[in-house]
């Protein structure tokens, strides 16, 4: 079965420096990759997706980048603020013909002041 | 332009009964996903409709069954309810499958807490 991991369940950084989350999936390479951002309480809300024939995007001050060799997909904030504490969620398809996502447990980052 | 709607927003039930959760999707989606989140875990995938039909399912039992209304909305049902079932269930909206948009949108979830 397809599989997705986070390896860190918290992160903590300063205000002001890059937080890197980490994302490694098994299996086949997926078509795609997705980011989510989840706060306490609420619904995931989506930030990026990645092709597996693009080894960069980037967002305003979010940059994701994906490496079928290595399996992964790295995860960038830079300049990074409190309002940015969040937990973040990697997903990718659950087969290669429907659209259902399975999720990784996520990485609980907290940016101080 | 209203997003993904759930109700209810909390919901305590007694081992043995049965739920049904409810969810609108974003204008202009015609696909909706349902997922179990457990505390501390990352959203596992339930069942997915379009076109009225279930065209997605999860590893989850047969206690789990959905519907899909004409106008897109979603119900997820859920019998024999058991302490595990204790979650945030999550109704997320997508363009229809084939269309090259990917992204999911998330409603707000409905907290159910089996006792």
């Known amino acids: 079965s397809q599989k997705i991991e986070q390896n860190s369940e918290a992160l903590n950084i300063q205000e002001g420096k890059t937080a890197t989350l980490t994302c490694n999936y098994t299996n086949y390479s997926p078509a795609y990759l997705q980011w989510y951002r989840q706060d306490p309480g609420r619904g995931p809300v989506f930030l990026l997706l990645?092709?597996?024939?693009?080894k960069e995007k980037r967002k305003e001050r979010l940059k994701v980048t994906f490496d079928t060799t290595l399996k992964q997909s790295l995860f960038h904030i830079t300049a990074s603020q409190p309002a940015d504490s969040a937990t973040y969620l990697c997903?990718?398809?659950?087969?290669?013909?429907?659209?259902?996502?399975?999720f990784g447990k996520g990485t609980t980052l907290s940016v101080s002041s | 332009d209203a997003g993904v709607t759930q109700s209810p927003t909390h919901l305590i039930k007694t081992r043995g009964q049965q739920v049904t959760l409810r969810c609108s999707p974003k204008?202009?989606?015609?696909?909706v996903s349902w997922y179990q989140q457990a505390l501390g875990q990352g959203p596992q995938f339930i069942f997915q409709?379009?076109?009225?039909?279930?065209?997605q399912r999860g590893n989850f039992p047969d206690r789990f069954s959905g519907h899909q209304f004409p106008n897109y909305s979603s119900e997820l049902n859920v019998n024999a309810l058991l302490l595990g079932d204790s979650a945030l269930y999550l109704c997320?909206?997508?363009?229809?499958?084939?269309?090259?948009?990917?992204?999911?949108?998330f409603g707000p979830g409905t907290r159910l807490t089996v006792t």
């Open positions: 997320a909206s997508s363009e229809t499958p084939g269309s090259q948009a990917y992204e999911q949108y």
């Open positions: 409709y379009y076109e009225e039909e279930e065209r």
């Open positions: 997903a990718r398809r659950e087969d290669q013909a429907g659209t259902a996502l399975i």
């Open positions: 990645i092709r597996e024939n693009e």
């Open positions: 204008s202009g989606h015609d696909t």
